[in-house]
Structures are given as structure tokens and as C-alpha cells.
């Protein structure tokens, strides 16, 4: 069987090698024809098409002609493109980037379109209008699925013909599985969706149909996919040998339909499974395909995967340069997909060189000839002098450069501690205490009160996206728009901050925050993607776990938020934090644990304010074992007296 992969791994890249080549002479083609014709609607599905050629191996190449398409469809007002615009743009980031919150823009998007289409007779009637209609339904509930918002998620799957599901497994159900494509793949998608919100039994049910349609077929159509997803359900549920298996049968399929996304699913799929049997050198050679194969083709979130399953499985073996490559990949990695702040440059630069690749390489080989040798003469002898030269003036200019960076980061850092209050409400009947503690020199967390003239306080504490010095705007930004919103309730307070960081527009920066408003007698709590607000009862002596979070600040414009209304009374301690403490690795990469931290809390409120924080951050630094945390640590403890 190992022989059987490696040959399969091998007609894989030989296979994609071919399809790049080829793709590069249909871009062209497409691209010629696209200046060739005034008519833009031959343009827009051209670009549409190139896109989809892009799909499922370099998703930021189909999002650059996918944006492309939709300029032209708005600017010219042909909006029968731009549901599937968005639509296979949903995908490729829910699937191939791994961008959830642009996934979710782009599903809102697809829907929009899909109704503007159907009431303007665009879309025919019957199945296709249908179809469309549970195909934006699940890339919304797929997305919030994978943000954490089950309630969301199911409420919209709950759209989706799939709702019905399968409610019976007769055989004139299974025959109809077997002749219909379209309900497979309703089935195939909601084995997704189950498995992304953790219902695995749900997951593998709709899973069988679609495993015994395939079984019961001719091997020249059956699809990968439904293996995949076999295997991710089994591995779940501990049952690696069988989950090895799965994905190794919907390896030769993906090769033989050219997916080239399931075969790199496939690959780290056995990789995760033998780390699991403790098989570390069989773990580290299928890991190692996903990471070889990711240079041609893009699954960003499956090659994360694979960098950290590399790490630990070096770590584990003691070869720590190796490890700590890895490691370090792995970081580079996840600041590229959940920051994105290099995206667009990223896309652009992708783009360019693909469509350029052909055209440059004839001119390129005919020059290299002629050249070749007096170039390289001519480079060596100018290194030399350049290096000899100039290495003294380097120094000092990296010194130079180095001291600007410090005086910088130093500014940045004196604007982040004049955001935070220079000192903490006085209120007879409370006791407050809080902490804060940066990763980086200037870091993403931010806490703030709010007195009113009537009495009542407002308890904010936020986190913005990343660290450094754009997470630090987004603090400024985040800062100013409170002091500007009158005294209303939480929720109505982030829904009018949301808007105002929607019109200021920074990008891809994103600012997750909680307000408390603290009565005499109560407190009325929201969120916005923040971890949970925890509220200890002393007549109860529990910790009660408040869950209820909407999008981050910046994300969708009309998102709204929950309001929760709780008595607040002598002895009971709100709790406020960012999710550094509660996620913090250990040396072996374990994270804190959120039960660990709430029982940790429930054992210490009997403390002062700041005896409880105290108490949290001595538990965490011990975890920590002398290391430093990847992420910003903040804590506001309000104690009733």
C-alpha cells in the first residue's frame, strides 16, 4: 500500500505539472480574446471562466479574475453574473483560503444576487432557481459554522432543501440518491456542514448514502470527496486504521478528476491519522506531500495544518532544527490567512507572473544564450567590490534603520497606554481590578470605562485583529467611537460602533469587544466575537458562561447583538477577558483550556478583585513554563460588594 501512494503521489504532480502548462496557454488564449472583443459580456464570463480554471489549485488567482468579472458586472449593470461571481468566490475562500469572514461576505452576496435575479426572471424557473437558492443558504450556514455561530448556522441550513435530509433509508430513497447528482450532493454538502458544527452521527448518516451511491457505480464516476469526508468523520470519532483507509481510496480519484485540493486533503488526512497511531515517520511523509504539493497548488488552511502536524512530530522525534522550521512556517502562515494584510499584493503579484510566465520565458532563453557567461562574469566581479565596499555603510544603516523601528514601536507603544484609563472607577459598591499584558511591543487589547452621570458604568474590554502598530489604529479607532455614543444599551452601543469602523474602512483590520453596563442591581451584557463573559453567583456559588457572540466589529454592516439581562448582587464578580489567557500553549502545545480557566474562577471569587487576577495570571505563567505567549493577555474584574 506505501508503494501504491507514493506512485499515486507521483502521477499527482506529474499531472498538475501538465494542467499548469496548459492553463497557462488557455489564460493567454482567454486573455487575447478578452482584448479582442468590445462586448462585455464576453468579457465577464471569460474572466469568470480563467477563474474557474484557478478554483481549487491557486484560489488567489481566482479571486483576482473573480473580482475582475465583478467590476465589470456592476460598473455595467449585467448582474445575471454575479451570483455565480460570488458564489464559486464564497467557495474558494471557504474552502481553498480558508478566509471565513470574506466567505460569509461573499455567501451574503451570492443570496443578494440570486433573489435580484430570480425576481428579474435571470435565473430559469424550477430546479436551477432552486438549487441556487440551497447553494447560498449552505455557504452562509457553512461559513458561520466554521466562525463558531452554530445558532446561525443552523438556522440557515435549515433553508436548504437538505433540511428534509435523509429522513428514511428505504431503498426507493436510495435508489433516488443513486440516479439524482443533485440530491448526492445536497447530501454531500450537509455531511460538511454536520461535521463543521460537530454532529458527526448526523454527519456520517448523510455521508452513507452518498459512500453506498458510489460504491454501487463503475469506478470511472466516482468522486473523492465523500472519502474525504469518511475520513475526517472516523478520525473524529478515533477510529484512525479506518480513517487511513478512507482517505487512501479517495486518493486515486482525485488524481484521475485532476482535484487537486482533495488530494492535498487526503494526504494530511493520513498524516494526522498515523500521528495519532503514533506512526511519526509515516505522519511525516505524507505531512511532507501536503507542503511539497502546496508550491503548486493553494489549501492554505490545509498546509497550516501541516506545518504544525510537522512541528510536533519533529518536536517529537528530537530533530529541533527541523521542528522549529516548521514552527516558524507555521507562524508566517497563520499571519498571512487571518490577517491579510498582504492579500491583495499577494494576488496581483500571483496573477502577473502566471501571465506573464509564457510570454518572457521565449525572450529569456534566447537572451541566456548570448549572455549567460559575461552576465555572470560581469555579477560576480560586482558583488565582490559591492560586498568589500560596502559592508561598513550597511551596518550603519541598518543601525540607522533599526533605531528608527525602536523609536517607532516606542511612539506606538506610549499611543497604546494613553488609550487605557489612568485610573480605575470609583464606585462605593464595587471593586474593580484589571490587567493587561502585550505579546508584542505594541499589542491588540484594549480596556475602558465609561462612568454616567446617573450612576451606571460602562465596562469595555475589546481585542483588534493581529498586533503591532495597525492593531494599535484600530484601537485608536475603536477608543474614539465610544466617547462619541451616547448612554444606551450594549448592544445598540456596538451596532452604532460597527457602522462607524464599516465607514472608516481599514481593510481586513477587524476589533472584537464586550461592554458590560453595570447598574445598581444589574448588569446588561454584550458581545462582539469576543470569548465568553463569565458571571460568578454567590448565592449559588456557580460560574454562569455567556455565549452569545455576533461578528467582529468591521465585518458585516447591518450585524446585529445579543443583549443579556442579569441581577448583580453582593458577592457576584463579572469577568471580562481576551482570549490569550484561555489559549495559551504550553511547551507541548496544549492549550490553557476555557474549563480550566471558568473552574479557576469559581474556586477564587471569594477573593478581592485583584487577589482573583492574581490568582489567573500565576495559573497561566506556570503553563506558560517561562515562555512567552503568542498573544495579548487582558483581564477586567468587577466584584460586587
Given amino acids: 500500500m506505501k508503494k501504491t501512494c507514493i506512485t499515486l503521489l507521483a502521477i499527482a504532480i506529474s499531472i498538475s505539472s501538465f494542467a499548469l502548462n496548459n492553463e497557462i496557454i488557455n489564460v493567454q488564449d482567454s486573455l487575447k480574446k478578452i482584448e479582442s472583443t468590445n462586448d462585455y459580456k464576453v468579457k465577464i464570463a471569460t474572466y469568470?471562466?480563467?477563474?474557474?480554471?484557478?478554483?481549487?489549485?491557486?484560489?488567489?488567482?481566482?479571486?483576482?479574475?473573480?473580482?475582475?468579472?465583478?467590476?465589470?458586472?456592476?460598473?455595467?449593470?449585467?448582474?445575471?453574473?454575479?451570483?455565480?461571481?460570488?458564489?464559486?468566490?464564497?467557495?474558494?475562500?471557504?474552502?481553498?483560503?480558508?478566509?471565513?469572514?470574506?466567505?460569509?461576505?461573499?455567501?451574503?452576496?451570492?443570496?443578494?444576487?440570486?433573489?435580484?435575479?430570480?425576481?428579474?426572471?435571470?435565473?430559469?424557473?424550477?430546479?436551477?432557481?432552486?438549487?441556487?437558492?440551497?447553494?447560498?443558504?449552505?455557504?452562509?450556514?457553512?461559513?458561520?459554522?466554521?466562525?463558531?455561530?452554530?445558532?446561525?448556522?443552523?438556522e440557515y441550513i435549515n433553508k436548504t432543501a437538505s433540511k428534509n435530509g435523509v429522513t428514511a433509508f428505504n431503498n426507493e430513497y436510495i435508489k433516488v440518491g443513486f440516479e439524482t447528482n443533485q440530491r448526492l450532493n445536497q447530501n454531500h454538502l450537509s455531511s460538511q456542514f454536520y461535521i463543521a458544527i460537530g454532529e458527526y452521527d448526523t454527519a456520517l448518516k448523510y455521508n452513507e448514502v452518498i459512500r453506498y451511491s458510489i460504491d454501487t457505480t463503475i469506478a470511472e464516476k466516482k468522486w473523492s470527496a465523500p472519502y474525504i469526508v469518511y475520513g475526517e468523520i472516523l478520525t473524529k470519532q478515533g477510529k484512525y486504521n479506518e480513517a487511513i483507509n478512507a482517505y487512501k481510496i479517495s486518493i486515486p480519484y482525485a488524481i484521475k478528476d485532476l482535484?487537486?485540493?482533495?488530494?492535498?486533503?487526503?494526504?494530511?488526512?493520513?498524516?494526522?491519522?498515523?500521528?495519532?497511531?503514533?506512526?511519526?515517520?509515516?505522519?511525516?511523509?505524507?505531512?511532507?506531500?501536503?507542503?511539497?504539493?502546496?508550491?503548486?497548488?493553494?489549501?492554505?488552511?490545509?498546509?497550516?495544518?501541516?506545518?504544525?502536524?510537522?512541528?510536533?512530530?519533529?518536536?517529537?522525534n528530537h530533530i529541533q532544527d527541523s521542528?522549529?522550521?516548521?514552527?516558524?512556517?507555521?507562524?508566517?502562515l497563520r499571519d498571512q490567512i487571518f490577517n491579510?494584510?498582504?492579500?491583495?499584493?499577494?494576488?496581483?503579484?500571483?496573477?502577473?507572473?502566471?501571465?506573464?510566465?509564457?510570454?518572457?520565458?521565449?525572450?529569456?532563453?534566447?537572451?541566456?544564450?548570448?549572455l549567460m557567461l559575461t552576465a555572470l562574469a560581469l555579477i560576480f566581479f560586482?558583488?565582490?567590490?559591492?560586498?568589500?565596499?560596502?559592508?561598513?555603510?550597511?551596518?550603519?544603516l541598518r543601525k540607522i534603520e533599526e533605531d528608527r523601528k525602536n523609536g517607532e514601536l516606542k511612539a506606538a507603544r506610549d499611543l497604546q497606554l494613553s488609550m487605557l484609563p489612568k485610573e480605575l472607577p470609583k464606585r462605593a459598591d464595587l471593586d474593580i481590578a484589571t490587567f493587561i499584558r502585550s505579546s508584542t511591543e505594541v499589542g491588540g487589547d484594549y480596556y475602558d470605562f465609561f462612568p454616567q452621570p446617573e450612576g451606571n458604568l460602562y465596562s469595555v474590554c475589546g481585542d483588534a485583529t493581529g498586533h503591532g502598530v495597525t492593531s494599535g489604529m484600530m484601537v485608536s479607532v475603536a477608543k474614539a467611537g465610544l466617547n462619541g455614543i451616547g448612554?444606551?444599551?450594549?448592544?445598540?452601543?456596538?451596532?452604532?460602533?460597527?457602522?462607524?469602523?464599516?465607514?472608516?474602512?481599514?481593510?481586513?483590520?477587524?476589533?472584537?469587544?464586550?461592554?458590560?453596563?453595570?447598574?445598581?442591581?444589574?448588569?446588561?451584557?454584550?458581545?462582539?466575537?469576543?470569548?465568553?463573559?463569565?458571571?460568578?453567583?454567590?448565592?449559588t456559588k456557580q460560574v454562569e458562561e455567556f455565549m452569545n457572540n455576533g461578528l467582529p466589529l468591521g465585518g458585516l454592516r447591518d450585524e446585529e447583538f445579543v443583549l443579556e439581562t442579569r441581577a448583580f448582587e453582593s458577592g457576584d464578580v463579572l469577568v471580562q477577558l481576551s482570549d490569550g489567557l484561555p489559549e495559551a500553549p504550553n511547551s507541548k502545545g496544549e492549550m490553557y483550556d476555557y474549563d480550566q480557566l471558568k473552574n479557576l474562577i469559581q474556586a477564587s471569587c471569594h477573593l478581592t478583585a485583584q487577589e482573583i487576577i492574581d490568582t489567573l495570571i500565576k495559573s497561566v505563567d506556570v503553563w506558560l513554563e517561562g515562555q512567552n505567549n503568542p498573544d495579548d493577555i487582558t483581564l477586567v474584574i468587577t466584584k460586587k460588594k
Wanted: glycine share 4%; net charge positive; charged share 20%.
Fill in 48 to 154: 469568470v471562466n480563467i477563474g474557474s480554471y484557478y478554483n481549487y489549485y491557486k484560489g488567489d488567482s481566482a479571486i483576482y479574475y473573480y473580482k475582475i468579472a465583478e467590476k465589470l458586472s456592476l460598473d455595467n449593470k449585467y448582474y445575471n453574473f454575479l451570483n455565480r461571481i460570488y458564489g464559486d468566490g464564497a467557495s474558494v475562500y471557504l474552502n481553498v483560503l480558508g478566509n471565513y469572514p470574506l466567505a460569509l461576505y461573499y455567501s451574503f452576496q451570492c443570496a443578494k444576487y440570486v433573489k435580484i435575479n430570480i425576481d428579474n426572471n435571470l435565473i430559469e424557473e424550477g430546479w436551477w432557481r432552486k438549487a441556487w437558492q440551497d447553494y447560498s443558504n449552505y455557504s452562509i450556514a457553512m461559513s458561520y459554522a466554521q466562525l463558531g455561530n452554530h445558532n446561525k448556522a443552523l
Fill in 382 to 396: 560586482a558583488i565582490g567590490i559591492y560586498l568589500n565596499g560596502k559592508r561598513k555603510q550597511k551596518d550603519r
Fill in 323 to 332: 521542528a522549529f522550521k516548521y514552527l516558524e512556517a507555521t507562524e508566517v
Fill in 340 to 370: 491579510n494584510i498582504k492579500a491583495n499584493d499577494a494576488q496581483n503579484m500571483a496573477i502577473n507572473e502566471e501571465v506573464k510566465q509564457a510570454e518572457l520565458a521565449e525572450q529569456k532563453a534566447k537572451q541566456q544564450k548570448i
Fill in 259 to 316: 482535484y487537486y485540493k482533495d488530494i492535498l486533503e487526503a494526504n494530511y488526512g493520513v498524516a494526522l491519522n498515523y500521528f495519532n497511531l503514533n506512526q511519526i515517520d509515516s505522519s511525516i511523509k505524507y505531512a511532507s506531500n501536503v507542503v511539497i504539493m502546496s508550491s503548486n497548488f493553494t489549501f492554505n488552511e490545509g498546509l497550516l495544518k501541516a506545518n504544525q502536524l510537522l512541528y510536533k512530530a519533529y518536536k517529537l
Fill in 487 to 539: 448612554p444606551i444599551k450594549p448592544n445598540k452601543i456596538l451596532q452604532k460602533l460597527n457602522g462607524v469602523v464599516k465607514r472608516i474602512d481599514l481593510g481586513t483590520l477587524r476589533m472584537s469587544m464586550n461592554i458590560a453596563e453595570i447598574s445598581n442591581d444589574e448588569i446588561f451584557i454584550s458581545s462582539a466575537a469576543m470569548p465568553p463573559i463569565y458571571l460568578y453567583k454567590a448565592a
